[in-house]
């Protein structure tokens, strides 16, 4: 492929030949009437978009991609795979009747601007939309679809206001747990001015004005907190848990991230995780994708334990646990504490205080991910303190431990190193007690002295008796903590309670570019937040977007915000009531999350000033399609690395918005569908970094950049492993539907696939072929075959017809063209199209390769657009074959075929077989011992 312009014209091939540059004059000429005429501009049933008459007796189809970043490099080639899918389908819904709301935005906001921002001292809202108008560009080069009235940027500060309402709803509400669903923070006032309900802190009556904001803070689903944040000095700002890897690094820059306590805007997106887990039965996804969710919200099932301490400061104190096994608690013989446990001050002994403020220093200095590292080496000390076991009454000791975190669960643990490997190479270390609780199964016996490992599986339970309860003998798990839970409540000591991996939604980031907080601080460092007729809470002008960043090693530095800086803006005097004050701005601004939160629903209605989506438009396309129907898009396609950040997310957004009565549907995305990858060669240097992929040579069997080896591999196109091909490259030398076939006769959309440039000759030969069916190649005419098409050719074309629906409807792209490359094979076999069969086949095209079946449909006479044209359906009748043609095997090989009546009963088509003259011959004149007859299929014959 020529990556540099289109290519070489042959000039000895005929004037008016489908070439790359015929197809860019075809595709520029119905872009350009396309957007004159407002062709994909979608009805609403009421406001500015409203058109009611259009959307009459119309089914609906609400389209939707996971919107892009703008960056500077534009699209690359993996992003029209999901864009071209979603067009396809977009275009075929149309066809079919639907009104069809299908367009494209910008997330905009975060990071990677900032940081391009501070590297070249543009404005990151100039970049931003320089970026925009390129992809808008690469978009329509694309043919795609879009109603570009509906287009949105989380930048436009028409967007945002509706960002920061949003953020106020969830702000003033509370999550009722008897309901599990959001209300006004106006009825929780209500509520405890009534005594309906009672506050945590104090008699309502009897609060103070402080006190009883303090109280509300309490209870709000959006609230600051001092709370373990994910500190990156190298980026100067917090990242939430989702954005640290694995190896406790940001998934941006790779820094180090560090645990430090920070005052934070958190979302309490905890109080919605049970609705979160059980509403993903209603959606249409793959498992998969709801096994992701489900495992990162980790809702536990299990017991809290209570274990009374003995002696020292803490005597009659108690350390709470919370495990899932609460059958094995007679096989607890120690327990572990954080070392930044609150009790460890108290139950430490004289004797042990010195080693004990020794480990928690070195314990402060690790980071978070590395004393999680179950690989390393266990470390402890012990307090002195001993608890008792509630179930067998021993005192058993407590130690403080590193890998037990504060923030995780109640920061203590049972330790039972019977059963868990953790815990076992704990008690090994330290030569503290290990009891058998079950009788092992490997036939390695219950003297725990020669045990190599802990056990870890189902098996009867031995050693698990007391006064009042018995497990001993027990087989099931299930039955062992049902009889134990029973226990620990009726005896005082515990409850059986659900837990959960999830953690509140960090929710601030320290950056410039970023939607405000539409929120200001009193003198006293309480909140308040603005009213909506202040919004929006504009992003203020600056040349000073960079955070302060620090050594990416200085855990104990401190954020300090681009909007720090900006004394003018940060201090304003208001009348919030009560008078004029003086307030402080919020100098963090919203994570990007926030605005790919909801930005499907102000596609519904982005023209609208007075509400961020009219409720009968929201009712309308995402509005719930029967009982027991979540709502939501009909379809959305992305990438499978947001299972868990961004569909989280904007669940839980969605779900407030819901209960507080703003939106019908309770999810917002019924279906979804994540496209693959495609594949590219990415090339390492020998420092192990990526290089320009399209600047590697090749020669002598390896491969150079700027003389240099270097080291070849395959992975996702893109950015990062600096392998990413220009679509438009493509499109300049085979035009836009060559591109949009090949991107999806690669494979099926769910599967990655690897890119071969190589091959994207074979489907703009297939466009060829079926623009020399209707045109001919040297005057330009049509050349239509004059007679009827045949009855064979009507055959299949009505299989061509139902198969390439049944494709579509489901996504199946890649089979759908292989459909109409058959068929165009075979109209090329006749020498050309049949008249009464030209409409037809370029209807078929037209949802795959528009801009060639727009051409084709003006040049068979007509003058609308082929875009709400009917898809064709399949005559029922020519589906039916009139005759079948069975393979026939003699001795397991195939020897001939024949031709018989589709309602041929079993004796007639053995007879046919038998008097096959190839038949006759494999036989030899002998007589066949068995015949089988697989009616429709083939017969076989065993001589």
Known sequence: MNATGPATPDTDSPAHRYTGALAQEIEATWQDRWQAEGTFDTPNPTGPLG???????????????????????????????????????????????????YTMGFDAFGLPAEQYAVQTGQHPAITTNQNIANIRAQLRRLGLSHDNRRSISTTDPEYYKWTQWIFLQVFNSWCDPATKKARPITELVAE??????????????TMSAPDRRRELDGWRLAYVSDAPVNWCPGLGTVVANEEVTADGRSDRGNFPVFKRNMRQWMMRITAYADRLIDDLDTLDWTDAIKAMQRNWIGRSEGATVHFDITGGHASGERITVFTTRPDTLFGATFMVLAPEHPLVDRITTPFQADAVANYRKVAAAKDTFARQDEGREKTGVFTGGYAVNPLTGAEIPVWIADYVLMGYGTGAIMAVPCGDQRDFEFARKFRLDIVAIQ??????????????????????????????LTLSGVASVVEGVHRTNEWLAAHGHGHATITYKLRDWLFSRQRYWGEPFPIVYDADGNPHALPASALPVLLPETDQFAPRTFDPDDALSNPESPLDRLGD???????????????????????????????????????????????????????PQGPGHPGGTDLYVGGVEHAVLHLLYARFWHKVLYDLGHVSSFEPFHRLFNQGYILAAAYQDERGMYVEASSVEARDGGYFYEGKPVFREYGKMGKSLKNALDPIDLCTEYGADTLRLYLMAMGPLDASRPWESKDVIGVHRFLQRLWRNIVDEDTGALRLLP????????????????????????????????????????????????????????????????HIAEELWARLGHTATITYEAFPVADQSLLVADEVEYPVQVNGKVRSRITVPADADNDTVQAAALADDKVQAALAGGAPKKIIVIPGRMVNIVA
């Open 787 to 850: 007679e009827a098409a045949s009855l064979d050719t009507q055959r299949i074309v009505h299989r061509t017809i139902a198969g390439v629906r049944e494709e579509l409807d489901n996504l199946r792209f890649n089979t759908a063209i292989a459909k109409l490359i058959e068929l165009n094979n075979h109209l090329t076999k006749l020498g050309g199209c049949p008249a009464d069969t030209a409409d037809t086949l370029v209807k078929l095209v037209a949802p795959l390769a528009p």
């Open 439 to 468: 009788e092992p199964t490997d036939g390695r016996g219950t003297d725990t002295s020669t045990w190599h490992d802990a056990f870890v599986g189902d098996a009867p339970y031995i050693n698990s008796t007391n006064e009042s």
């Open 192 to 205: 405890f001015e009534a005594g309906t309900r009672v506050p945590a802190t104090g008699e309502w009556a």
């Open 569 to 623: 803006w940060v201090e304003l005097t208001l009348d919030l009531g009560g008078g004029p004050q003086t307030y402080r701005r919020d100098t963090n601004v919203m994570p990007q999350w926030a605005g790919s939160c909801w930005y499907e629903l102000r596609y519904l209605d982005p023209t609208n000033a007075d509400a961020f989506v009219a409720p009968e438009n929201e009712r309308y396309w995402m509005g």
């Open 51 to 101: 058109n009611p008459a259009k959307v009459a007796g119309r089914p609906k189809k609400f389209i939707l991609d996971m919107f892009p970043y703008p960056s500077g490099a534009g699209l690359h080639m993996g992003h029209p795979l999901g864009f071209t899918a979603t067009d396809m389908y977009a275009r075929y819904q149309r066809m079919t009747g639907h009104n069809v709301l």
